[in-house]
């Protein structure tokens, strides 16, 4: 014998069933936050619009309705860093390249209308925003182009720029992301134990994003590397030399190392020892030796 009430929801539009649905789903929430057996009962409301999708649909509505605001929260961040080139040229008005550094840009091929100029003479800074190399833009301070030549600063910007042209960004950014979404699952599935278990999986995380973080520098200084030669290699070791890299730790201690080793971005003498052996594997001779002296004042 048929269910009446199945009967009863087939009879129902779909527009008519998803008004029912919204006020049950509420229900749920605040059952959820009352108690597991009265947020059992609070789910049960929602059979009124789930039997009308196909299974396995309804139970991910369901889930990803309780997590509305995991949703939010990661298309706030993705979207903010997709405004990002926008945002800052709006506050910082930022000028085009001189001509010179825009022609040493566009040969390290980087398009020169992708990169602009922050009026901060005090400052060296280079950075890339935006997720892609379509939408996104690279940002020089004037304190850079002051410090390095224009095929130094050329170099700089294609290492930036490789973070948008390889998907650095979105990945850097996905890590946690991914990482949320797994604890809401775990935390569904196994309620306070998934919670728990997912508080403990931070300490990992925060590691792996650390190690992602500083694969994505590696991975722009190789780029950086096989466009420019010794320049980019060259620009590090000059940053470096005048202090614009970071202070250096003081030597040695336990805290130091824990230190260092949570940093986003390498060790500047891992930098320059990974661009000399890469120099090696490519032309089959070592770092000249006005490298090497630029290497050893500016590693840290």
Request: glycine share 10%; charged share 25%.
């Amino acid at each position: 014998m048929p269910d009446a009430s199945r009967v009863a929801i087939d009879t129902l539009d779909r527009p008519t069933l998803f008004r029912l649905y919204v006020p049950f789903r509420a229900d749920s929430r605040l059952s959820l936050r009352a108690g597991r057996k009265a947020y059992t009962r609070g789910r049960e409301a929602t059979d009124v619009f789930l039997f009308a999708l196909p299974s396995p649909l309804p139970a991910v509505i369901s889930w990803a309705g309780d997590w509305w605001e995991l949703w939010a929260l990661i298309a706030v961040g993705f979207l903010g860093v997709r405004l990002a080139p926008a945002l800052v040229s709006r506050a910082e008005r930022p000028a085009p390249l001189p001509a010179e550094v825009a022609r040493a840009v566009e040969r390290e091929g980087v398009p020169a209308d992708r990169v602009g100029v922050l009026r901060r003479d005090g400052r060296v800074l280079a950075y890339a925003a935006g997720l892609t190399a379509g939408h996104g833009r690279v940002f020089v301070s004037t304190g850079l182009l002051r410090e390095l030549d224009p095929a130094g600063v050329a170099a700089v910007v294609r290492h930036e720029h490789a973070h948008l042209a390889r998907g650095h960004v979105p990945l850097r950014v996905g890590i946690p992301c991914a990482y949320a979404v797994a604890w809401a699952i775990d935390a569904t599935l196994f309620g306070r134990a998934g919670l728990v278990a997912g508080a403990a999986l931070a300490v990992p995380l925060a590691y792996l994003s650390v190690r992602t973080a500083r694969w994505t520098e590696y991975d722009a200084d190789a780029v950086a590397a096989r466009g420019s030669g010794d320049d980019f290699r060259d620009a590090l070791a000059r940053l470096a030399a005048g202090g614009h890299l970071g202070r250096p730790a003081p030597a040695g201690g336990r805290l130091r190392r824990v230190l260092a080793s949570l940093s986003m971005h390498p060790p500047l003498g891992e930098r320059l020892k990974r661009l000399d052996d890469h120099s090696e594997t490519e032309t089959g001779v070592g770092p000249s030796a006005g490298a090497v002296a630029g290497g050893a004042r500016g590693d840290d």
